[in-house]
């Protein structure tokens, strides 16, 4: 009886013309519809398609109302395994000069981003064109969107621990890779990372204490730092642990320049 209510009701929906997987008052996506495991291998490939180079990217897909304007702008956020885009939203009306690019590997996830992106344009004319989602694996593709010094902001936050010792190397956060976005951060922008795990925690501040061309954030700039708050209150992630009382563990680095 249950279950043929249920059919009933989408049927209705559909003879509507309503989309039930979208809250019908606001226009935007519901996020049960869209779940995804909370983990995709990094290492593996999946069949999406890649640009060539920074210069074969479609910004008219992704920002058509900011190409309009302006064709010259490029993207200079990355907040990299986005998630549900949670950051992404907090940040647009923030920064509505700089175009900020969501990456993500899980194909419903992504998918999701992307819906909740064009609902919150239509339900606020004018307002985050300049924010969009790409379904990628960037620990092997940063290079093919991002030119060198293009972006002066890239986010890692609440990425998989990978605890076993032999999985440490699709840690997204690593000597290697972070040779990578340093090569595509400007001279003064800004990495941030948070996680609720300790042990990672260690290993990211650890990984960029080392590295010759990232300096860590003094305690006063990161009080003035704005975009410092949002690590955790603008992300599902971050929401999850501090309604169960959990402790995160940032590293916040400055790309330097090298002699």
């Known amino acids: 009886m249950q279950l043929g209510k249920v059919k009933t009701r989408r049927n209705k929906e559909e003879i509507m013309g309503e989309n039930p997987t979208h809250n019908k008052k606001t226009g935007l996506p519901r996020k049960r519809f869209y779940r995804a495991r909370a983990h995709s291998n990094p290492l593996s490939d999946s069949h999406f398609p890649i640009p060539i180079s920074p210069e074969e990217v479609d910004y008219s897909l992704h920002y058509p109302e900011v190409v309009k304007v302006d064709p010259s702008k490029r993207i200079e956020f990355a907040d990299v395994g986005c998630g549900f885009g949670g950051l992404l939203i907090a940040l647009a009306p923030l920064f509505p000069d700089n175009l900020m690019i969501g990456m993500e590997l899980r194909d419903k996830v992504t998918e999701y981003v992307k819906e909740r992106i064009l609902g919150l344009r239509t339900t606020n004319p004018g307002q985050y064109q300049n924010i969009s989602v790409v379904r990628t694996n960037s620990m092997k593709y940063i290079p093919n969107y991002f030119g ?13 621990p990978h605890f076993k010792e032999k999985n440490h190397r699709r840690r997204v956060i690593s000597p290697f890779l972070l040779d ?15 996680t609720d795990v300790e042990e990672l925690g260690e290993w990211m501040k650890s990984c960029l204490d080392e590295h010759p061309m990232f300096e860590a954030l ?3 700039e990161l009080e003035a730092d704005q975009v410092v708050k949002l690590l955790t209150a603008a992300t599902e992630e971050g929401q999850k642990v501090a309604r169960n009382g959990g402790q995160t563990f940032r590293a916040v680095f400055r790309r330097i320049a090298t002699h």
């Not at 060198?148 to 998989?160: E, I, S």
Request: cysteine-free; glycine content about 10%.
């Open 218 to 220: 003094t305690t006063e």
């Open 180 to 194: 990578e976005y340093a090569y595509v951060l400007a001279v003064g922008g800004i990495i941030y990372t948070i």
């Open 148 to 160: 060198k010094g293009q972006l002066k902001k890239m986010f890692f936050l609440f990425p998989d």
